[in-house]
């Protein structure tokens, strides 16, 4: 069984950074970054292919986070900067065995899932 799991949460103030990490076990795998506040629908955050060479972005995010990885460890990264108040939500790693890199954005291409990490952002 694959697991996943999500770390780096945490309270920070409007404006500062934190790094989120994610590990996932058994191998290599296509990774997806989602969010959900309260009381709204979950949402893309950002994906990277296996290899680390395609990247997607919410529009949202694009330019203050970077999702990146090292697949020594196994693990994938999403640096978040200049963070605002509406990004605080409980944020989701996901994995998607395969070879295929296909519509990322879309939660129904993972198979796996953490349980999330919060991250709260002050304003």
């Known amino acids: 069984q694959v697991q996943v799991v999500e770390s780096g949460g945490g309270l920070v103030q409007a404006g500062g950074s934190l790094r989120l990490s994610c590990a996932a076990s058994?191998?290599?795998?296509?990774m997806g970054w989602f969010r959900q506040a309260p009381g709204k629908d979950r949402e893309f955050v950002a994906a990277?292919?296996?290899?680390?060479?395609?990247?997607y972005y919410a529009d949202s995010v694009k330019g203050r986070f970077t999702i990146s990885r090292d697949n020594a460890k196994n693990t994938v990264y999403l640096q978040m900067n200049s963070l605002k108040y509406e990004d605080t939500a409980v944020y989701y790693c996901?994995?998607?065995?395969?070879?295929?890199?296909?519509?990322?954005?879309?939660?129904?291409?993972?198979?796996?899932w953490g349980q999330g990490t919060q991250v709260t952002v002050s304003s």
């Open positions: 058994g191998g290599t795998y296509h």
């Open positions: 990277i292919s296996r290899n680390g060479g395609r990247t």
């Open positions: 996901a994995a998607r065995s395969g070879a295929l890199f296909i519509a990322p954005q879309a939660q129904q291409f993972y198979n796996y």
